[in-house]
């Protein structure tokens, strides 16, 4: 994980928070274009690392994929400021405005490069990557929708990001495919107002961070690492609730925020998309099972004789997450009744 005394890592860091501040906070599309560039350029030293082939792969997919993304945005927003154009041509920019956005973000269905981006990060960037990156292109998507369009792209996610991660062993690849679904989820927090969309990112942001640390703390990267039996059964507790609570099942702390969602939806009579993505949250719990499963029920005596190495100086953070997690799942029990 990045050292915090590291200067150069700090400074990345810090460039990387203020260029979204600068994308978000622009009174023209060419300033949200520079945030853009600049939060670019900022992580990609933050995910390179010469001692690692993966993670210097990863970071050269970003750049490509992220590039590729800036010059569809940069063309699109000239085009719109150069051209008079009709009805048609108005609505085909928005939608490629749009695209270049969503690519950025990794939704589907331009989503290809996030799980194996995903593959070759630590787990400090990864949650970097499913969190903060998300920011700057959800809020310029808000100030420009293609409303007929989005409503599209929240079935695809919903969609890829449940059965995407029906095959995968790898914990940051089922990650990266939790976070498409979850992105579904969050765009039409969009599509209805921005405190929503902030509550729910708040929600999700705290979740994926549990995960992250907990995945980090106990050094796991596949589903096979967790039949190992000599880990403590508070955390194979706290696992378990903090899953499910990301799965979004009720009466957990990640419910709440997703029933908001539903309720508004069913006042727009939007009622297709609202199952489409239940039924897809309940595929993502299915995976989430099988790992707490894997976690909770193997009891083989020869994986007794394996240590598992944990980070001792990190357990303590874990366990204050995880009973804030626990604490929200009483309150939300609470305000159900």
């Known amino acids: 994980m990045l050292s915090i005394f590291n200067s150069n890592k700090m400074l990345f860091i810090f460039i990387l928070f203020f260029s979204t501040l600068i994308s978000i906070s622009a009174n023209s599309w060419f300033g949200c274009w520079i945030g853009l560039e600049i939060n670019l350029l900022s992580f990609i030293p933050l995910i390179s690392n010469s001692?690692?082939?993966?993670?210097?792969?990863?970071?050269?997919?970003?750049?490509?994929?992220q590039s590729l993304a800036s010059i569809n945005f940069i063309f699109c927003i000239l085009m719109k400021m150069i051209l008079t154009m009709n009805f048609e041509m108005n609505n085909f920019i928005s939608i490629m405005i749009n695209s270049s956005l969503l690519m950025k973000m990794g939704s589907a269905p331009f989503h290809f490069w996030f799980p194996s981006i995903s593959e070759g990060l630590s787990w400090f960037n990864n949650f970097i990557l499913m969190s903060w990156q998300k920011i700057s292109p959800i809020i310029l998507l808000s100030y420009y929708m293609n409303k007929n369009f989005l409503w599209l792209i929240i079935m695809l996610n919903a969609i890829i990001g449940a059965i995407g991660g029906l095959n995968q062993t790898s914990l940051r690849k089922l990650m990266a495919f939790s976070s498409i679904n979850n992105l579904s989820w969050m765009l039409?927090?969009?599509?209805?107002s921005e405190n929503l969309w902030i509550l729910y990112f708040m929600f999700c942001i705290f979740l994926i961070y549990i995960l992250c640390l907990f995945f980090y703390v106990l050094n796991l990267f596949y589903i096979n690492q967790l039949f190992y039996m000599n880990m403590n059964y508070l955390i194979k507790i706290n696992l378990t609730i903090n899953f499910l609570s990301l799965g979004g099942l009720p009466p957990f702390f990640g419910f709440f925020p997703k029933w908001i969602i539903i309720n508004f939806l069913t006042y727009n009579n939007l009622l297709m998309i609202?199952?489409?993505?239940i039924m897809m949250s309940l595929i993502i719990l299915f995976f989430y099972i099988r790992i707490i499963y894997s976690s909770l029920m193997f009891n083989y005596l020869k994986l007794k004789w394996t240590k598992m190495f944990i980070k001792n100086k990190n357990i303590f953070i874990l366990y204050i997450t995880s009973f804030?997690?626990?604490c929200g799942m009483i309150m939300s029990t609470f305000f159900f009744m």
């Open 51 to 65: 001692n690692n082939l993966m993670s210097s792969e990863a970071s050269l997919k970003y750049f490509l994929t």
């Open 188 to 192: 039409s927090s969009t599509m209805i």
């Open 274 to 277: 609202i199952f489409i993505m």
């Open 324 to 326: 804030i997690s626990i």
